[in-house]
């Protein structure tokens, strides 16, 4: 099936700040992600609404389409493909060809993503291998802290990991209602630094202001605690995941 993308030139979403973000339709992700359907941000509010228009045909267009306007961003732009949906692919089977378009597509731009895509499969690994080297970073997205030490030993991408809700606390303070929120960055069990990203916990700061997942080289894993109304289906899949 052919995919169906959607891009916002200008993001009003308060974490990613204002840089252009994209949508892939839902099928896009595989078959084999624990989230779908159980717990994935992605689905919830008005990204989700989206998603489902994005999905339907009701916005968007082709991966031509997509390509053009990405390829009309100005020089050194940072943009995120796909606040909802993953890369190019059918069932667990990543599209090389339409990673490819993607990959020249964003040739002098600093375009990055996520994929839970499986990586056992050896196609898959190249695909991702190569849109790193070629300048388009694809984080491996990992279920949970041992998920993200086996990722991270393939040695083909920077690596992301679910976290626990508590690794980022809301504190009282001893005044009326006013929170603040307080990082607890941690370790993988093969001791790898992994540090909460950043937006999670701070006001002004943004992927935009960031830019921290769109580093490929020597770079800790990035931890995102799971959140919103499906947080308790979330945290299940990373109790369960392998």
Same mark, same amino acid.
């Given at each position: 099936?052919?995919?169906?993308?959607?891009?916002?030139?200008?993001?009003?979403?308060?974490?990613?700040?204002?840089?252009?973000?994209?949508?892939?339709?839902?099928?896009?992700?595989?078959?084999?992600?624990?989230?779908?359907?159980?717990?994935?941000?992605?689905?919830?509010?008005?990204?989700?609404?989206?998603?489902?228009?994005?999905? /339907?045909?009701?916005?968007? $267009? #082709? *991966?031509?389409?997509?390509?053009? !306007? =990405?390829?009309?961003?100005?020089? &050194?732009? +940072?943009? /995120?493909?796909?606040?909802? $949906? #993953? *890369?190019?692919?059918?069932?667990? !089977? =990543?599209?090389?060809?339409?990673? &490819?378009? +993607?990959?020249?597509?964003?040739?002098?731009?600093?375009?990055?993503?996520?994929?839970?895509?499986?990586?056992?499969?050896?196609?898959?690994?190249?695909?991702?291998?190569?849109?790193?080297?070629?300048?388009?970073?694809?984080?491996?997205?990992?279920?949970?802290?041992?998920?993200?030490?086996?990722?991270?030993?393939?040695?083909?991408?920077?690596?992301?990991?679910?976290?626990?809700?508590?690794?980022?606390?809301?504190?009282?303070?001893?005044?009326?209602?006013?929170?603040?929120?307080?990082?607890?960055?941690?370790?993988?069990?093969?001791?790898?630094?992994?540090?909460?990203?950043?937006?999670?916990?701070?006001?002004?700061?943004?992927?935009?202001?960031?830019?921290?997942?769109?580093?490929?080289?020597?770079?800790?894993?990035?931890?995102?605690?799971?959140?919103?109304?499906?947080?308790?289906?979330?945290?299940?899949?990373?109790?369960?995941?392998?």
């Amino acid at each position: 099936m052919m995919h169906n993308y959607h891009m916002t030139r200008r993001s009003g979403n308060g974490k990613t700040g204002k840089i252009p973000v994209t949508t892939t339709s839902a099928e896009s992700c595989p078959d084999s992600c624990p989230l779908k359907g159980n717990g994935c941000y992605g689905e919830l509010s008005y990204q989700g609404m989206h998603w489902e228009k994005v999905t /339907r045909r009701e916005r968007g $267009g #082709d *991966l031509d389409e997509l390509c053009g !306007k =990405i390829e009309a961003l100005p020089d &050194r732009q +940072l943009w /995120r493909h796909n606040v909802s $949906g #993953d *890369l190019p692919g059918q069932g667990d !089977k =990543i599209d090389m060809a339409a990673v &490819r378009k +993607l990959v020249i597509a964003n040739i002098g731009k600093r375009g990055y993503t996520y994929t839970h895509y499986p990586m056992a499969d050896f196609d898959n690994r190249v695909a991702v291998y190569w849109a790193n080297r070629e300048g388009f970073t694809i984080n491996l997205s990992a279920n949970n802290l041992v998920h993200a030490d086996n990722l991270a030993d393939l040695n083909i991408a920077p690596v992301v990991t679910l976290l626990p809700a508590g690794q980022v606390q809301l504190i009282r303070q001893n005044t009326g209602y006013n929170y603040k929120c307080r990082k607890l960055n941690t370790v993988t069990p093969a001791g790898r630094t992994v540090i909460v990203c950043p937006a999670t916990y701070k006001k002004r700061v943004t992927c935009a202001t960031c830019k921290l997942c769109q580093k490929k080289g020597n770079r800790p894993v990035i931890g995102f605690p799971v959140h919103g109304s499906k947080s308790k289906a979330a945290q299940a899949v990373m109790d369960s995941a392998a």
